[in-house]
């Protein structure tokens, strides 16, 4: 029924894990396949690249991106699917703050590419490396190129809203299904563009059973230094680093109820500039020591501040990746033809998207420019027209 | 005039997979490309990272069998520090591997391959999946694969703390064990995915060994590729998912060897090739001979054909019932009593039937395990971590993790050799044999090329976008011919 | 969070193809930024380099300031009361272990510790001020830019819309390439 919203779901540089979250809706699933035309979904039916291609501009009523961008076949994607689309979502923790693959923007292209094929068990004596386009017979064969970093969803083109999460809880996916299943009859309306979906507004800790007590941490221990983790205290209180204090709530605090402490999948929480300066912050509040020389010892338990910090979130960081890797891309773009498409690409923001409140039946390719927050008061949330008449 | 066919995107993997072809003069298949178009650089930014955060970091390296890195990585972390985890710790590792085994092994011969058989080869291309399945067969199949799922999930998330990427093993052991009220709907569960797993072998009879066209399909030649076989086995010999001794059999059936995961660098070298970001694995024995099958080529195949291949037979009393009659209908032993191996691939689909039984009556094995709800789940380290292996049998292969760290357990080196690889070169001969077998002339035989190649890709259910399992399933292809000149000669397409 | 949206601004002309940084120093509105203020007074004299922000606490640098400053900067310095002078009691010790923990997270994303100082000034310590100011400029110096916001040119594209906030650290980038030499200045035109 050709009346039926059309929703996407795309995947870039991703594990696959989004669209198996998606799948196990089960019986859900046949909700949102009756409520939505689904119109290209590489992880579950056919349709092409070219297909889309086709499709009019904003012709898609939402689309579900999941991935980060580290190829230049990833980025024509993103922009071919804003194009596309009149809502575009960042969905899970990959296309929304790059995810465990963001930890690439330590290492320099180089150095990943040695990590591969150059290892132990590689027999490379040639030094092989794949190439963009390799002649043989008289044909070329041809592979994406890969970015010298990897970049979030919002730092290649505009996203309306976000899905956080690696992947995203099930459960939270349908509660974001009936929400804009909802606003497309009219029954109920969107947040502000730039908003964060299917989370709560709060941390981890909020929605964790465990019990707090004492705020002071005399040792951080590694978790194998610890024999029998207790099932009911705060981890962090028994020197666990766990990143609940600066992740957004929403999963339901699974990984410590699982006594394993929470690794941050979640992104932060509601108006948080940087991820992991949060948790810095946290942290250190909570260090038992005014001694600069104590202070040291106890920090030393944190056995890789980086990984702890910007574990899911490096890319989207303040400083999104390490020196050398970021020094590397600048000197590989500053040698980037002129007018390459990178050069035609909206600005990324630093942070995170400002909300900003666009009438979505109006969002069009032309619109992509990241706007401002307004300094004035909460702006009007988006609203889609219902599609197919009257709310049924 | 050189010609290119380009099968590009394949469905399922799409931005995650393609096929070219080239011809020669005489408009014959000269070779073809498998490409894996992405590389994410886990072995390098794994570096740095502390080791006990590998079974959660390298999870994330695939989303359909995140299950498989975490337990490699825990494996490979428990090595490192030289750590035995308690038993009761390893109990529970492999039960929640055995319902992840459940599950997967599911999807996949319901939403992927197995249509192409309980439907029919040549039914038109939108019945074969989950939806054509449960309309040939009946409506309580669909339930059922769900259910199976479903359990399949709850289980892991029970042991495990989540459904997708779980967090529950460190090095040494797991975080947490189970209650007796979750030992009891784990081992329901078991037993109802033992009936489900008889169900489905019953299935695989009546539906698929009752019909003597599809028996000459999976018997002939057209599918078959003589490599060596590479599987996980227990102590027995017996075929083996979670922990065991690797196990190498040339063509013949005669054993190459066997070695422990620690050793996995004297067996396997990987090539690499300008045109691909994935590399080829092979046998550093026998060594690189190209795209080529016979006992001097050190090409392996390992999946569930494989493993039953190297086994001395199954760990489990169905399953064994099973994987008898698997070999005595495919392969039977000649006057020597020798085991003959099955090089047929699309013998594949009912190898994972076998192994599916193997898996539920794994989680009914080990819910019942007097010591499954102990609370003694952690050892310490005692010594200076180092060096570690880790492998398990993934769904898709021998997948193997290898850490090198400092004396504080910082990661130094990672090296990954992850289950689909291991398949990277047979899968591409399969293809160039299909299209071998249904191009000449410069021409393709009709819709034939799209059947073969996808039947013969699919029988190895591979993983490289690390998503090619999904509902419902189908695997449509589109083949795009040019000249020379990069101009469309032909396009044929199979819609789903 | 006007600090962190602040940027770092024009960095002095290079004097003899002499590397200028930039440095932002966060300072204390009962010490240390008093301190500055004596120096001025004082007219003791230390580098332009150095760009001043006050708050009413070290306790309240958020490391997002840090991270935000090195965004554009070259270097950042805390300062702050010294131990038991706090006039938030041990807020300045909290700024302590924030500095000491946002250190090991520079140093393994590749900023050097010379980039990330951290000294205590009282009110009464100008000259001292001055002259740590001094010696964190010439280590500075000696390493050469840290250009982060040339590295965040790698994501940006070349039509920058105005006000998106790589623009600003990219703007802040070409405005130091094309500043007109001011010669230094002394103090107290800083901090008026």
């Known amino acids: 029924m050709s009346a039926k919203p059309r929703l996407a779901m795309y995947w870039a540089a991703a594990c696959g894990g989004c669209d198996i979250a998606v799948l196990n809706l089960g019986e859900a699933l046949v909700e949102v396949g009756s409520r939505f035309d689904v119109v290209f979904w590489p992880a579950v039916m056919d349709a092409k690249y070219a297909d889309v291609e086709a499709m009019p501009d904003a012709s898609i009523d939402i689309t579900l991106f999941c991935g980060g961008i580290r190829n230049d076949e990833n980025e024509h994607l993103a922009h071919l699917l804003r194009a596309k689309s009149k809502i575009l979502v960042a969905f899970g923790s990959c296309a929304s703050e790059g995810c465990i693959p963001g930890l690439a923007n330590l290492s320099t292209l180089d150095e990943i590419l040695d990590a591969s094929y150059a290892n132990e068990t590689t027999d490379n004596p040639d030094g092989v490396r794949p190439v963009p386009a390799w002649r043989e017979n008289g044909v070329t064969l041809r592979i994406p190129t890969l970015a010298p970093l990897l970049r979030t969803l919002d730092q290649v083109v505009p996203v309306d809203y976000t899905v956080p999460g690696c992947p995203p809880e099930t459960k939270r996916i349908e509660d974001v299904v009936e929400l804009v299943g909802k606003a497309l009859d009219g029954t109920a309306v969107l947040p502000p563009r730039g908003s964060v979906l299917g989370a709560g507004h709060s941390t981890v800790c909020d929605e964790c059973a465990r019990e707090r007590n004492v705020k002071k941490i005399g040792a951080f221990r590694r978790v194998t230094e610890i024999a029998t983790i207790d099932p009911t205290l705060c981890l962090l209180e028994q020197g666990i680093p766990c990143n609940g204090p600066a992740t957004r709530d929403g999963c339901g605090a699974l990984c410590p109820a699982a006594a394993a402490p929470c690794i941050g999948c979640y992104g932060p929480a509601d108006g948080v500039l940087d991820y992991g300066a949060r948790l810095m912050s946290a942290f250190a509040s909570v260090v038992d020591a005014d001694e600069p020389e104590r202070i040291e010892v106890i920090l030393d338990g944190i056995a890789d501040p980086v990984g702890q910090f910007y574990r899911f979130s490096l890319a989207s960081s303040l400083l999104r990746g390490g020196r050398e890797a970021m020094d590397q891309a600048h000197r590989g773009r500053a040698s980037a033809p002129v007018g390459s498409p990178a050069a035609n690409h909206p600005a990324p923001r630093l942070g995170r998207t400002p909300p900003s409140a666009p009438m979505l039946d109006v969002l069009g390719p032309q619109d992509h420019v990241p706007q401002r927050a307004p300094t004035g008061p909460e702006p009007p949330a988006p609203t889609l027209e219902p599609v197919g008449g009257p709310a049924r | ?496 | ?192």
């Open chain 3, 1 to 192: 969070m006007s600090a962190t949206t602040a940027h770092a601004g024009a960095a002095p002309a290079a004097k003899d193809g002499r590397f200028e940084p930039v440095i932002l120093a966060f300072t204390c509105n009962w010490c240390s930024y008093r301190a500055a203020d004596l120096a001025g007074t004082a007219r003791m004299k230390y580098p332009p380099n150095v760009r001043l922000v006050r708050l009413m606490c070290s306790g309240r640098v958020d490391p997002a300031f840090v991270m935000r400053a090195f965004a554009d900067a070259d270097a950042v310095i805390l300062t702050g009361c010294w131990p038991a002078d706090c006039h938030y009691r041990i807020q300045n010790v909290k700024a302590l272990r924030r500095f000491i923990l946002l250190r090991r997270v520079l140093e393994s994303m590749g900023i050097e510790p010379q980039r990330f100082q951290r000294f205590y000034a009282s009110a009464a310590e100008g000259q001292q001020l001055a002259a740590e100011f001094d010696r964190i400029v010439e280590e500075v110096r000696a390493l050469g830019p840290l250009d982060w916001a040339g590295r965040h040119a790698a994501f940006v594209p070349s039509a920058t819309p105005p006000g998106a906030g790589v623009g600003e650290a990219r703007a802040a980038a070409e405005a130091r390439a094309a500043a007109p030499p001011p010669a230094e200045r002394e103090l107290a035109e800083v901090t008026a």
């Open chain 2, 1 to 496: 005039m050189t010609a290119q066919l380009t099968i590009d995107p394949i469905t399922r993997l799409e931005g995650h997979g393609k096929i070219e072809i080239f011809l020669d003069d005489s408009g014959e298949v000269a070779r073809t490309a498998f490409q894996v178009p992405e590389l994410r650089g886990f072995e390098r930014f794994c570096v740095g990272r502390p080791v006990e955060e590998m079974p959660t970091l390298t999870a994330r390296i695939c989303g359909v069998c995140p299950e498989a890195h975490h337990m490699a990585a825990a494996k490979a972390a428990d090595a490192v520090y030289g750590m035995d985890p308690p038993r009761t710790a390893k109990l529970l590792r492999e039960l929640l591997y055995s319902a992840f085994y459940v599950a997967d092994h599911t999807t996949h011969f319901y939403a992927l391959s197995g249509p192409d058989f309980l439907v029919g080869p040549d039914a038109p291309v939108e019945d074969r999946n989950l939806l054509g399945v449960i309309r040939k067969v009946g409506m309580d199949v669909g339930g059922k694969v769900i259910e199976a799922r479903r359990r399949g999930h709850a289980i892991i998330e029970t042991i495990g703390g989540r459904k997708v990427h779980p967090c529950t093993s460190v090095p040494g052991g797991m975080t947490k064990g189970i209650t007796e009220a979750e030992r009891g709907a784990i081992e329901t569960s078991g037993r109802w995915m033992v009936d489900f797993a008889a169900f489905s072998l019953d299935l695989w009879d009546a539906a698929i060994m009752a019909n003597p066209e599809y028996v000459e399909m999976i018997r002939g030649d057209a599918y078959a590729h003589e490599t060596y076989y590479m599987g996980m086995v227990d102590e027995s010999g017996k075929v083996a998912f979670y922990d065991g001794r690797v196990r190498v059999v040339a063509p013949d059936g005669e054993m190459l060897g066997e070695y422990a995961p620690a050793e996995y660098g004297e067996w396997i070298a990987e090539r690499v090739e300008p045109w691909t970001y994935l590399k080829f694995p092979y046998l550093k024995k026998v060594g690189w001979k190209g795209f080529v099958d016979g006992k001097d080529s050190g090409v392996y195949v390992a999946m569930p054909l494989a493993r039953l291949n190297v086994a001395d037979g199954m760990a489990t009393p169905r399953a064994q019932e099973a994987y008898e009659r698997f070999y005595a209908t495919l392969a039977p032993a000649g006057p020597d009593g020798r085991k003959r191996l099955v090089h047929q691939r699309l013998a594949a689909h009912w190898a994972r039937l076998v192994e599916l039984m193997q898996a539920a009556e794994k989680v009914v094995e080990l819910a019942t395990d007097p010591e499954i709800t102990s609370p003694d789940i952690r050892a310490l380290p005692t010594q200076v971590p180092s060096e570690g292996v880790g492998t398990v049998e993934a769904p898709r292969g021998t997948l193997t993790h290898h850490y090198r760290t400092d004396e504080r357990g910082i990661l130094t080196s990672v090296n990954l050799i992850v289950g689909t690889t291991n398949n990277h070169a047979p899968i591409a001969m399969s293809i160039e044999r299909a299209a071998r077998s249904v191009i000449h002339g410069g021409e393709v035989v009709g819709q034939g090329l799209l059947n073969r190649v996808e039947m013969a890709f699919r029988a190895y259910d591979p993983c490289f976008g690390c998503a090619t399992h999904a509902l419902p399933g189908q695997m449509p292809l589109e083949v795009v011919i040019r000249d020379s000149d990069g101009n469309v000669v032909d396009d044929l397409r199979q819609h789903c």
